[in-house]
């Protein structure tokens, strides 16, 4: 690869949108990262996870720096597939910049933010800046599954290395419609759940010889939705249940199935502890006195940051760069912070998410161009050298 200009965090983000990682292949993304890294002193190694289909696949652990205080950058290499390609206005994996903005997949969740904070140390090591501590850039390939393989695979390799934190900065989209919105100091938690009843197959007109379980599934929902979960609390909005699918597989009028099933998603707040909410949960489906079949998965529980050194600098840094007061949010899904949230103070703030997964997603160069200014203010009030 042609040596970048790192200063400018727009070559590194078209070099990495141009590496079509749609999980489970990297398409030597990490690699393109890794070669910008080494440069400017970091330390890159390739951390191996396994994927559910039993393939290895990469994940990148750079660190520059051996003492104290240590920042953590934490971000993901991995996006979602592009969908219908005719549908996009450029190729999305071409990372064109038009009228000012840079399309691709990927630009804005989110490899626009990870080239902004590459760029944000090189500008401060390119004005030969001291920087004591320790700066680790950990990227995974396995974020947008949901199972977050990539970044615990991560975090068990730095722990082995009896690595920690003093905080954990997430480069996620934070920003819902404007550069400066918010930032997130915390996130739901999502449980997702299957349920099944068995019924008996028959004839539409003859009823009476089969046991439709299509009421009684209607019945166990609405058991699950007819009362809210929660009224939320001061820093998260209620929890929320979703139902994503109904399905008996029935592809004719007249039979009645078998068996329907049905999928759920619920992303809960602070109010619930994973084994409360499914407590919650069975017991409202128990109180129907039907018979069912439940299987349930806990992604992720909800956390939540207060407030500290690093809020603070990157609410001052947002404020300096883009005239804007951040909101501290909890909102939208969860994000690989989860898995830090017990070893530092994590927060969240990156690029626009409006776009993201959609068709013709974009970044703003404007935007680029303050969010690399504003981690650049944060890393050196959080790690220059005390006046």
């Known amino acids: 690869m042609t040596r970048l200009n790192l200063l400018d965090p727009l070559p590194l983000a078209q070099e990495m949108i141009r590496c079509p990682s749609v999980y489970p292949d990297d398409a030597g993304c990490l690699e393109v990262l890794a070669e910008a890294l080494e440069p400017l002193g970091f330390d890159c190694q390739t951390i191996l996870a396994q994927t559910a289909e039993g393939r290895d696949f990469p994940n990148l652990y750079a660190k520059l720096g051996s003492g104290g205080p240590h920042l953590c950058f934490l971000g993901h290499s991995d996006v979602v597939p592009p969908g219908d390609r005719d549908a996009w206005s450029a190729d999305p994996f071409a990372a064109e910049v038009r009228e000012g903005r840079l399309m691709g997949r990927g630009a804005a969740d989110m490899k626009g933010g990870i080239a902004a904070f590459v760029s944000s140390v090189a500008r401060i090591l390119d004005r030969g800046d001291a920087l004591p501590g320790s700066i680790s850039v950990l990227i995974a390939g396995d974020e ?3 199972r977050g393989a990539g970044a615990q695979a991560l975090v068990a390799e730095a722990q082995a290395r009896g690595e920690a934190w003093d905080w954990c900065l997430v480069g996620e989209p934070s920003n819902p419609d404007h550069l400066g919105q918010a930032l997130k100091i915390g996130r739901r938690g999502s449980l997702c759940g299957s349920l099944k009843v068995n019924g008996v197959q028959g ?11 299509v009421p009684k599934l209607l019945r166990l929902l609405n058991s699950l939705i007819a009362q809210p979960l929660d009224q939320g609390n001061e820093r998260f909005q209620p929890s929320d249940l979703q139902i994503t699918s109904v399905d008996v597989g029935n592809p004719v009028f007249n039979l009645i199935p078998a068996r ?13 502890s994973p084994q409360g909410l499914q407590e919650l949960l069975l017991k409202r489906l128990s109180d129907t006195g039907l018979a069912y079949e439940l299987d349930m998965e806990v992604h992720g529980e909800a956390y939540l940051t207060q407030e500290g050194r690093l809020s603070r600098a990157l609410r001052k840094a947002v404020e300096q760069v883009t005239g804007v007061t951040p909101e501290l949010s909890t909102g939208g899904g969860f994000s690989d912070g989860r898995f830090f949230k017990d070893l530092c103070p994590v927060v969240e703030f990156g690029l626009i998410s409006q776009s993201a997964h959609q068709v013709d997603e974009r970044a703003d160069l404007e935007d680029l161009e303050k969010l690399t200014q504003v981690y650049e203010q944060v890393l050196r009030e959080l790690l220059s050298p005390a006046p």
């Open 203 to 213: 004839h539409s007109a003859y009823p009476e010889k089969a046991n439709n379980p």
């Open 260 to 272: 329907a099933e049905a999928r759920f998603n619920v992303r809960f707040n602070s109010e619930h």
């Open 144 to 146: 947008e599954t949901g």
